[in-house]
């Protein structure tokens, strides 16, 4: 697999959004892939939470980076999530 690196603007969406590279980069591994703007991919992957996220409980926390692949790397874009 190619290497992943993160952009300034992703970085910060993991703190703001509540995630972190480890399940970024399981999510590109594992998750499913869809067509995102401007060529970019989408992955999507669920992970198991039950815990509080901004004072309510959530079983499961979907992680979705969005990412341009390169010639010899993959750049997280930015990451969106999703809890249910």
Do not use: D
Not at 29 to 41: D, I, V
Not at 53 to 62: L, S
Not at 69 to 83: G, H
Request: aromatic share 16%.
């Amino acid at each position: 697999m190619k290497s992943i690196r993160f952009t300034r603007h992703a970085l910060e969406q993991c703190v703001e959004r509540g995630t972190n590279q480890m399940e970024i980069r399981e999510a590109i591994r594992t998750g499913s892939q869809e067509l995102a703007k401007h060529e970019r991919l989408l992955y999507r992957a669920n992970f198991q939470y039950n815990n509080y996220w901004q004072g309510k409980f959530y079983r499961i926390k979907q992680v979705a980076p969005v990412i341009n692949e390169e010639a010899y790397e993959i750049v997280v874009i930015t990451v969106y999530m999703f809890y249910f």
